[in-house]
C-alpha cells in the first residue's frame, strides 16, 4: 500500500536533495569588468568546460552535474539558433534564454522524480557596462536579476563575502580576476592555497569584439593575466574596503514571480535586483556547488 507524501515534503526533500548534490562540487564565479563579464571557474580539464558561448554576446556557466549541464547547454545553444533563424538574431537575448531555462529546468524540478543537480547563470554583453545581463537559474527554475557579480555552487555564501567587499565596478580585467580569485580562495577555511593557471577555467565576453564576442583565456594568456592579477590583489583589495564593499545594489536577489516554497531560502549569493518576467516555477534558489562539476 503506498504512502502518501504532501506536495510540500515532496516539494522539499526534492530541494534538499538538488542542494545536497550541488554542494559537493566546485563553484564558479562570473563578475563584470570595464570591457565586459569575466568568466572564472576552477577546473583542472581542458576538455570538460564549464563555460560555454550560447550565442553571438551570449555566454552559459555552470556548476553540478556534469552531463545534466552539458545537456542544458546544447538545448539552450538549439533553442537560440531557432529563434534567431525564425526570426532575427537581435531576437535572441540573455533574459529570453533564462526564461526558457527557468521553465525547463521548473518543469523537470515538479514532474521528474529526481531534480537537476546544476546551477546556470546566463550572461549578456551589452554596448555599455549598464546594459550588460547576468541572471542566475537554480535547479527548481527560479531566475535572479544579479548585477555586478554572482557567485554559484561550493561555498557561495563565503565567496559572495568576499565579492562585496573587494569589487569595484569599472575594474580592469586583471582586477576583477584578482577579485574572482580572491572570492574562489576564501572556501578553503583560511587555507590561502595559490590557484595556478592550469587549474582554472577563465573566459569574457567582450565588449569591444564585433559580432561574436566570446573569447577563451587560456595557456600564456592566462598564465600572463594571473600574474597581474597576483600583483594587483593587495591594492584591490584596499580599494575594495575603501569602497566600501563595492558599487551600490541590492543583496538578495528576488526569483520571477516572487514565490518560493516554504523550506528555504539561497545559499548562493550575487547582487540581485528584478528578475525578468515570465520565468516559470519560482522557488527557493540553490544551494551550493555542483557533484562532478
Known amino acids: 500500500m503506498p504512502f502518501y507524501v504532501s506536495p510540500e515534503q515532496a516539494m522539499k526533500d526534492k530541494a ?16 563584470q569588468y570595464d570591457g565586459g563579464i569575466l568568466f572564472v571557474a576552477p577546473n583542472p580539464s581542458r576538455a570538460l568546460h564549464k563555460i560555454s558561448e550560447i550565442y553571438d554576446r551570449i555566454a552559459f556557466a555552470a556548476v553540478g ?17 531557432l529563434t534567431g533563424y525564425q526570426y532575427d538574431r537581435q531576437d535572441v537575448t540573455a533574459r529570453g534564454l ?4 527557468a521553465q525547463t529546468l521548473g518543469t523537470i524540478f515538479t514532474d521528474s522524480p529526481k531534480p537537476f543537480e546544476v546551477e546556470i ?14 541572471y542566475r537559474i537554480t535547479f527548481d527554475g527560479s531566475v535572479n536579476d544579479e548585477h555586478g557579480y554572482v557567485a554559484m555552487g561550493g561555498q557561495a555564501d563565503k565567496i559572495s563575502a568576499v565579492l562585496k567587499e573587494r569589487y569595484v565596478e569599472g575594474a580592469s580585467v586583471s582586477d576583477a580576476l584578482a577579485v574572482a580569485i580572491a572570492g574562489l580562495q576564501a572556501q578553503a577555511n583560511g587555507d590561502r592555497a595559490e590557484i595556478t593557471a592550469g587549474q582554472l577555467e577563465v573566459a569574457v565576453l567582450e565588449r569591444g569584439r564585433d559580432h561574436r564576442t566570446f573569447r ?21 583589495a584596499a580599494e575594495g574596503e575603501a569602497a566600501g564593499g563595492g558599487a551600490a545594489g541590492g543583496e538578495g536577489a528576488e526569483p520571477v514571480g516572487g514565490s518560493g516554497a516554504p523550506d528555504g531560502g539561497s545559499a548562493t549569493a550575487g547582487r540581485g535586483g528584478t528578475a525578468p518576467p515570465g520565468g516559470e ?6 544551494g551550493d556547488g555542483g557533484a562532478g562539476g
Open 16 to 31: 534538499d536533495y538538488a542542494r545536497k548534490g550541488i554542494a559537493r562540487g566546485r563553484s564558479g564565479v562570473v563578475i
Open 65 to 81: 552535474r556534469y552531463n545534466e549541464y552539458e545537456a542544458l547547454r546544447k538545448a539552450g545553444v538549439r533553442h537560440a539558433d
Open 98 to 101: 533564462a526564461n526558457w531555462y
Open 121 to 134: 547563470v546566463v550572461a549578456e554583453v551589452g554596448e555599455t557596462p549598464a546594459e550588460d545581463q547576468i
Open 216 to 236: 577563451r583565456i587560456a595557456g600564456a594568456p592566462l598564465e600572463a593575466l594571473l600574474a597581474e592579477a597576483t600583483a594587483a590583489a593587495p591594492a584591490v
Open 281 to 286: 516555477q519560482a522557488r527557493p534558489p540553490a
